[in-house]
């Protein structure tokens, strides 16, 4: 069955990964994804991730990050969606838990962090709230 919202069925993945304590997970792989996982990783929300090329599909194996057995992911919310695109200028990009938490932010120069966002001065689409 094709997936029509790829995004929110990566974080979904990690989400129930998580909530499984599992030590990784498998998610088929897509630039945006990719992108995606180096932010995560950047923002020691995950281990690492590394991507296993496959004539067929290439899958991203994400590896977990686990803190006194609590998973460093708290929490993931798909904001702009498929059927609605929320957009926002730089004045009004949005806080996640007061700055505890990061905003995932698709801008001409590529994903960013909020806080990212705001220091060059990008607005763009809100893709997700991780924190």
Known sequence: M??????????T????????KKVKVDIPSSGMKKSLAEILVNQSFINSYTLIEDNKQNVLRIQLKYVSGR???TGLKRISKP???????VEKLPRVLN???IA?????KGLLTDKEARKLS???EVVCHIW
């Open 122 to 124: 990008q607005g763009g």
């Open 71 to 73: 998973p460093a992911i």
């Open 13 to 20: 993945r990690i989400r129930n990964a998580s909530k499984a």
């Open 2 to 11: 094709a997936v029509t919202d790829s995004i929110a069925d990566f974080l």
């Open 83 to 89: 059927g609605l695109r929320l957009y926002s200028p």
């Open 104 to 108: 995932v932010i698709s801008t001409s």
């Open 99 to 101: 700055g505890l938490g």
